[in-house]
């Protein structure tokens, strides 16, 4: 969580003054009582409106909370605006707890453009095999998927060849760049 808190500091103060300011207006929006700190309550009523979010799960406001008073300064809310922007994956699809560092997602879903949906999973889900997933599915943690995502753009971009021809060697790529990264083959 302190990493996470670090990293969104960082991005608040290179943010353009008028989203800054914007940041300022949602806070003041989440804060209904005006008492300059979010409730859990005043965090659930926020997303509760915004249907289909994984924001309403309160184990994210209950690790943003990091001085643990029960509500959310303007400080752990950063953490909190940091994470909406970034649209990275937050929620453990096994246990539902938040994730706020290395999570390991199934590299056969994530590639795969048609399906839409990663599945990712907490660390503790994967260790322990708390999870039901299809049975050949290789697991890579986050930043080894992150770093073949771009291999594979710089890959594709290079080589202009047909869709068809393109689309079988990016799947062996896919498949040989999982193993080479040295992730585990459940
Ligand atoms: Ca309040
Ligand atoms: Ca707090
Ligand atoms: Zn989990
Ligand atoms: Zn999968």
Redesign the pocket.
């Known amino acids: 969580m302190e990493e996470i808190r670090r990293v969104a500091a960082a991005y608040y103060e290179h943010l353009p003054a008028k989203d800054k300011k914007s940041l300022r207006g949602t806070f003041k929006a989440m804060d209904k009582n005006r008492d300059g700190k979010i409730s859990l309550l005043e965090y659930l009523d926020y997303f509760k409106k915004k249907n289909g979010t994984d924001f309403t799960h309160q184990s994210i406001c209950r690790a943003l909370d990091m001085n643990v008073n029960g509500s959310l300064d303007f400080e752990e809310a950063i953490v909190l605006f940091y994470i909406m922007e970034s649209g990275r994956t937050i929620i ?1 699809m ?2 539902k ?1 938040f994730m706020a560092g290395v999570y390991f997602s199934c590299s056969q879903c994530f590639f795969n453009v048609a399906s839409r949906r990663s599945f990712d ?2 660390c ?2 994967y260790g322990g095999k708390k999870f039901t997933h299809h049975s050949d599915a290789i697991f890579c943690d986050n930043f080894s998927l992150l770093s073949q995502s771009r291999s594979l753009a710089l890959e594709a971009s290079a080589e202009k060849r047909s869709r068809v021809v393109e689309g079988c060697n990016w799947m062996l790529g896919v498949a040989n760049l999982a193993v080479s990264a040295g992730c585990i083959i459940m």
């Open positions: 453990c096994s246990c707890t999973i907490c503790d889900c």
